[in-house]
């Protein structure tokens, strides 16, 4: 009789997984990453795996990181031998989605699109269905939500978004694959964290839901942020100093970074409400009954909408409209899927400081560049936002050539100015040697006040030579 | 078995052949060698309020009536030191005479007239030689220890203890444990005084720079270390002297950033190109042919002969012409940088308020991250490092920690923030934050940290604070709310 329950158990759990799985699709990347460091080449092919589903709209939604910088993407459908074509319809870089389309007509010959649900329930069981390392065939793992919280997402490196953590194996392969429970999408896998163990993550229906809409119009804006940093408020003689009653609400703004955000909002502002969601003295929210960081709140929100916001000032509530945008400014601190900006000349080659550039440099990074291109990159905008560049330049490399021999550098610094332009962003650069007219140039580094002469004839004319010689199709990309 | 006994025997041997007959040269530095005990106080600056007791063991050496020489190392903080001689027996009371850190160098005597009895002074050579071998001289069980080790080179580098780039003999060899103030000789006369293990080998302070401020001293001349204050690069690339309207190509180096000491103005400019110091070209690759060392860096320059506040003349070419000028050596004083090198012969200053424990920001709290502080500590405290201090802001003064107490509930985990108001008053030093607590903003201290530190702002009640720093220091155990020694630091 045991034996028999486990059967019909397990024939009724199959039968709909059978539907479903004929929606989850092996995804084939030949992928190309750009060299930052080198930023007019392009790293050798590279070749991974991935997991796919067919969602409304004949699309295919898998993981931003998936289909990055891909050369050529292959589907492969359940049972059916044939690679099919697919290019990227739509990215989202710091929620780790993206839409693919296939022109074959026969790709959607039998399939059924699969229907996104909702936040599943913490204690919950959910299935991931993918093709991950280990074997060629679809994979099931079956895990149960573990917790539900803002997480950073590893795609862009500096966004966190709402995410859900199972105890389902999620392995290579698995990226962008189904998140199932009641024959729903509840769920896109997309990563695990280094040293936690039976702990995958998966990117929620709300998120989901968030990206689809921001691409009806066509284009893909992203998470908005209102840019404030926040404290706790649980020290009674901060609470008395703002007249805040009780001891269990409201969040105090102690940094506002966007001038929009600062239209609208001032520091010491308790925010007691964001959307509907009412704020903890800690800081949190309850979402569907899970306790998580108030900045998810905005998230909900598309760019440039306007979240109502109740707010604490001066001992009294005062609500606000306050409109919410996509923040931009950091981005360089994060992973970029546009191709490197640089610009060429007299084998010098300028391209903005990054984080991307800098992981080049190696595993010791850090150790790499002075400690003043890590506080420009990272903490220029916090300390002394008046002297933030708006894209810091690097010389990256300076290529050999008689007519810079002599130079006593050799790459990884700052640009400060060139003929006593100060370099706000790469397009200085450009500007500043062409509209010199002195005999020389003069390129001064960051921050110890190097110079390094050039002289503008012989480097006007070795250019041509330098770009040929070095394989350089064209001395810029802005 | 047979090869077993033979190694051994080679390995008996072995320290004989390094131990020339003490009847022989090594006999007459049995009465220069001594050896030093120095009991010294230690600090924590994660618990600035504590304090321990650390012993170790150097070499000095006789080199006048009534005066030992070693290196400054270790003798910071100074409890009690004690001397031996002939490497064993009595230990007689030994009293610091002088001590220049920048230098690395320190005196000794002992008021015990026995321990005198039967020593001779060595003496310090003037001319060393840049190569062959010499031998470094410690007391090892009663026994003269002579151990060979090969001169490579002289350097110029940043000392063991100070900002400034001073004169090093590189010596290779190994052998181990060395680096404690023992002499490196040749012969008869001493070369220079091991000042630290390096690589395979290690580095002394050169005979000729100890000489040099010895005798200054002795005249009353010596008026500490000066140093060039101020950052060049090579002028190697004919392209930057011709933007900076100068042809010459063979000789100068370029100055990139001049600096100078809060209320003084350098007397080089950005751009300027060196062409000559102290009479002594320079090269192209900011070096020079010096008498004694060879070709060296410019550094040695502030440093030859040449005390803080000498002027030192200067060839320079500047706005198209050439020009002499005089450049005043700066004295190196780690009270000028805005987060001092070090911090000796005092403990650490803190002030606890609240269970808020506020600290000057120097490198040795830094330190506190261990060996490899610039990249564990904070990076936002750590780049201060670099930063040049100004009027308004010459010291900076540090969050250090929160002494958990009901009163600062909410701010306990807050670490390493930079305080930059308290009740609208900028905070330099401790004092600022002393006579900042005494004017609360109606009724609540209100502390802000640098722009960029989270949280950026806190407000404590004025009223209950006297009570929790009496509640804190007792609970935790701290005999003094605050140790301030007043503007000197």
Redesign the interface.
């Known amino acids: 009789m045991k034996a028999l329950i486990c059967f019909l158990l397990a024939f009724a759990f199959v039968a709909p997984a059978a539907e479903v799985e004929r929606s989850v699709i092996q995804i084939t990347v030949f992928a190309q990453p750009p060299r930052w460091d080198v930023p007019w080449q392009f790293n050798n092919v590279q070749r991974w795996n991935g997991t796919g589903f067919l969602i409304k709209g004949r699309k295919i939604m898998t993981n931003a990181h998936v289909v990055n910088w891909a050369r050529q993407i292959l589907l492969k459908r359940l049972g059916d031998p044939r690679p099919y074509l697919a290019k990227v319809a739509f990215v989202g870089p710091d929620c780790d989605l993206a839409l693919l389309e296939v022109e074959d007509e026969r790709f959607y010959e039998g399939l059924e699109p699969l229907e996104i649900g909702d936040l599943p329930e913490v204690r919950s069981t959910v299935v991931t269905y993918g093709y991950p390392a280990g074997g060629e065939q679809i994979s099931y793992t079956r895990g149960v939500v573990s917790r539900v919280e803002l997480q950073p997402y590893v795609n862009i490196g500096n966004r966190s978004l709402l995410a859900v953590q199972t105890d389902a194996a999620i392995n290579p392969g698995n990226s962008g694959g189904p998140v199932i429970q009641d024959d729903k999408v509840v769920g896109v896998a997309f990563q695990g964290q280094p040293g936690l163990e039976n702990a995958g993550f998966f990117i929620p229906p709300n998120v989901i839901r968030h990206f689809l809409k921001d691409i009806e119009d066509d284009q893909y804006h992203g998470f908005p942020q209102a840019g404030i940093?926040f404290?706790?408020?649980?020290?009674?003689?901060?609470r008395?100093?703002?007249k805040l009653p009780g001891d269990d609400q409201g969040a105090r703004i102690?940094?506002i970074i966007p001038d929009s955000t600062k239209e609208h909002l001032q520091?010491?502002d308790v925010l007691l409400k964001v959307g509907e969601f009412p704020v903890a003295s800690d800081g949190t929210i309850t979402y569907r009954g899970n306790i998580v960081n108030l900045g998810m709140a905005v998230t909900e929100y598309q760019h440039g909408e306007k979240v109502p916001l109740v707010i604490w000032r001066g001992g009294e509530e005062v609500k606000v409209e306050l409109p919410v945008y996509v923040l931009t400014d950091d981005a360089a601190t994060g992973s970029q899927y546009t191709l490197p900006r640089y610009f060429v000349y007299g084998g010098m080659v300028f391209t903005p400081l990054s984080r991307d550039y800098l992981v080049t440099l190696g595993r010791s990074w850090?150790?790499s560049v002075s400690?003043?291109i890590?506080?420009e990159l990272?903490?220029r905008?916090?300390?002394?936002?008046e002297k933030k560049r708006t894209e810091p330049v690097m010389l990256a490399d300076v290529l050999t050539h008689p007519v810079n021999v002599?130079?006593?550098v050799k790459g990884r610094l700052m640009v400060d100015k060139i003929n006593g332009i100060r370099i706000d962003k790469l397009e200085d650069v450009i500007r500043a040697f062409e509209s010199n007219r002195?005999?020389?140039?003069?390129i001064e580094f960051s921050?110890?006040?190097?110079?390094?002469?050039?002289?503008r004839a012989q480097a006007d004319q070795a250019n041509p030579e330098i770009l040929k010689q070095f394989g350089i199709a064209s001395d810029r990309r802005l | 078995m047979k090869p077993l006994n033979l190694m051994l025997c080679a390995l008996l041997l072995a320290p004989v052949t390094l131990l020339p007959a003490a009847s022989g040269d090594l006999a007459r530095w049995e009465r220069s060698l001594v050896t030093l005990e120095v009991n010294s106080q230690g600090y924590n600056y994660i618990q600035p309020w504590t304090r321990r007791s650390q012993s170790t063991q150097k070499s000095g050496v006789v080199i006048g009536p009534r005066s030992i020489l070693t290196t400054a190392e270790q003798l910071n903080d100074l409890l009690l030191a004690r001397v031996q001689k002939g490497g064993r027996g009595r230990w007689y009371p030994a009293q610091l005479e002088w001590i220049d850190y920048h230098a690395n160098l320190a005196l000794l005597t002992s008021d015990d007239e026995e321990f005198w009895q039967g020593l001779r002074p060595a003496s310090l050579m003037t001319k060393i030689p840049l190569s062959g071998d010499a031998r470094v001289l410690r007391w090892r069980e009663g026994k003269i220890e002579a151990r060979k080790m090969e001169i490579n080179r002289a350097r110029i580098e940043t000392g063991r203890q100070t900002f400034i780039d001073i004169m090093h003999l590189e010596l290779n060899g190994e052998v181990p444990g060395v680096g404690f103030g023992e002499p490196v000789i040749d012969g008869s006369r001493i070369i220079g005084i091991m000042e630290a293990p390096a690589g395979s080998g290690g580095l002394a302070v050169p005979a000729p720079f100890i000489k040099s401020i010895l005798d200054a001293r002795t005249k009353g001349d010596y008026r500490g270390l000066g140093f060039f204050n101020f950052y060049w690069q090579r002028a190697e690339n004919p392209e930057t002297l011709k933007a900076l309207k100068m042809e010459q190509t063979d000789h100068g180096v370029i100055v990139i950033q001049p600096l100078a000491k809060i209320g003084e103005e350098s007397i080089l400019k950005a751009r300027d190109v060196i062409l000559e110091i102290d009479g002594f070209e320079i090269g192209p690759e900011g070096d020079y042919q010096d008498p004694i060392y060879g070709r060296t860096m410019l550094e040695a320059l502030a440093t030859r002969g040449r005390w803080a506040g000498d002027g030192v003349p200067m060839t320079i070419w500047r706005d198209g012409r050439q020009m002499e000028i005089e450049y005043k050596l700066p004295k190196a004083e780690f009270t000028d940088e805005m987060i001092p090198d070090k911090v000796f012969d005092q403990p650490p200053e803190y002030l606890i308020a609240g269970g808020f424990v506020f600290q000057p920001l120097t490198v040795p709290y830094l330190e506190s991250w261990g060996g490899d502080w610039q990249r564990r500590a904070p990076f936002r405290l750590a780049y201060l490092k670099q930063a040049i201090p100004t009027e308004k802001q010459e010291a900076l003064v540090v969050l250090s920690v929160v002494l958990p107490d009901p009163y600062n509930l909410g701010y306990q985990s807050i670490r390493g923030l930079l305080v930059r108001e308290i009740n609208g008053r900028k905070i330099v030093r401790l004092p600022d934050i002393e006579a900042a607590l005494k004017e609360p903003r109606d009724g609540f201290h209100i502390i802000e940290f640098a722009r960029g530190d989270s949280p950026g702002k806190i407000v404590l009640d004025a009223g209950d604070l006297s009570a929790a720093t009496a509640r804190v220091l007792q609970r935790y155990g701290i005999d003094q709310d605050r140790l301030i020694l007043g503007d000197s630091n």
């Open positions: 940093k404290t706790d408020t649980f020290n009674p003689a901060l008395e100093r703002l102690d940094a520091v010491d850090m150790e400690q003043d890590i506080a990272y903490y905008r916090d300390m002394e936002p002599n130079f006593e002195n005999a020389q140039h003069t921050p110890m006040n190097h110079v390094e002469g050039l002289d």
